[in-house]
């Protein structure tokens, strides 16, 4: 018996093995497969073991590869977007059918779309990636500075006018016919000096603003930073609001169970399926909103498509996903419509406080 299995073993790693697998224990393959841009293998390249289909059983690994650029390109587009035929499968069922999605998904089938938080942070991605080169949103710090120095200069310059103008004014005789006009010059130059100063973007030392403290360290700090540059610090809530935009997704949870907490058979995890799905939607509707605006669509397209989407799209996420009535979702509807306002207001503080350290 030992003979026998040594000369099986023997055929095997020298004969039949070998030609199923290419060349070497791992199956590499010979440099006119390389060349061709295809590697020709019978085993995983990864683990080395024999393949029986598409993929291997061991470790997953595709089992065909190529090493053509056209295979890094996909490798990039999916690495990075999650650029691939279930996105599209994906993306009309989020805009026309969200609640069978979520339904879907939750219910085991999931590898006919994008996940939750691989949508989300699409998303994400994609609206920091349009509105940077749109030039949708605030101005730089940098932009927000030279503004400010602008307006500083121009108080400075106007102030100097307004000192010339009393100056010649407190010389001239009180029947000199030049003193009306002189006058009606210091009174446009006193308004134009108020005006100037009355401006929210002032940079640090703005003249004319007053400290309020409620004695409370971090909360003082925080109102001293918008007060010295508001612009700034607007700008530092619009680029932490994409950093942190994951909070949504926890603040959101407890007034979602809050709907349901009778029901038993809806847990924690079907709650956070439908509001990441719900989001993702949200910030592709707000980026489209967005874009509209940005090259001059009519109003009533990007109000309607902000007022009456949003509510439209999670009744029918709440109806489907949940397999409620239509009374059922209604309510609940005007429930959630109230806490996305309480749940908005809790992230931009939020936001904010994270944003003054």
């Known amino acids: 018996m030992s003979e026998f ?14 030609k199923a697998v290419g060349r070497g224990s791992k199956g590499l393959p010979e440099a006119a497969e390389l060349q061709a841009g295809h590697f020709d293998e019978g085993a995983c390249l990864n683990c080395g073991t024999a393949l029986t289909g ?4 061991a470790c997953g690994q595709k089992a065909h590869l190529h090493r053509t650029l056209g295979a890094f390109l996909h490798d990039l587009l999916h690495g990075a977007l999650h650029f691939e035929g279930k996105t599209w499968k994906t993306l009309p069922k989020l805009a026309l059918k969200p609640g ?8 085991g089938e999931r590898a006919s779309f994008v996940s939750p938080m691989g949508l989300f942070l699409f998303s994400v991605f994609l609206m920091f990636a349009v509105f940077q080169i749109a030039g949708i949103g605030l101005s730089t710090p940098a932009q927000f500075g030279s503004a400010s120095r602008d307006i500083t200069h121009a108080i400075e310059n106007l102030e100097r006018e307004r000192a010339d103008l009393r100056a010649e004014l407190s010389a001239m005789e009180p029947n000199d016919p030049e003193r009306s006009e002189t006058q009606a010059d210091l009174a446009r130059v006193e308004e134009q000096v108020t005006t100037l100063n009355s401006l929210p973007v002032m940079g640090p030392g703005a003249k004319g603003q007053t400290q309020w403290k ?17 612009n700034l610090m607007l700008y530092k809530l619009q680029s932490n609001s994409y950093k942190f935009s994951w909070l949504l997704i926890p603040l959101s949870l407890p007034f979602v169970w809050l709907l349901f907490f009778w029901k038993r058979r809806f847990r924690a995890y079907d709650h956070a399926i439908f509001v990441t799905y719900s989001i993702a939607f949200m910030s592709l509707l707000f980026i489209v909103i967005s874009i509209l605006v940005k090259v001059g669509a009519p109003e009533w397209l990007s109000a309607g498509l902000a007022f009456i989407v949003p509510p439209i799209h999670i009744y029918k996420q709440l109806r489907h996903a949940y397999d409620l009535n239509r009374f059922s979702a209604y309510w609940r509807l005007a429930l959630l419509l109230i806490f996305i306002t309480i749940i908005a207001s809790l992230f931009i503080q939020l936001v904010f406080f994270l944003g003054a350290f």
């Open 5 to 18: 299995g040594d000369a099986f073993g023997t055929a095997v790693e020298g004969g039949l093995f070998a």
């Open 100 to 107: 069978q999605l979520t339904r879907r998904y939750i219910e």
């Open 54 to 57: 598409n993929y291997c059983h």
């Open 214 to 230: 409620s004695g409370i360290g971090w909360f003082d700090k925080t109102i001293k930073k918008w007060n010295d540059n508001p």
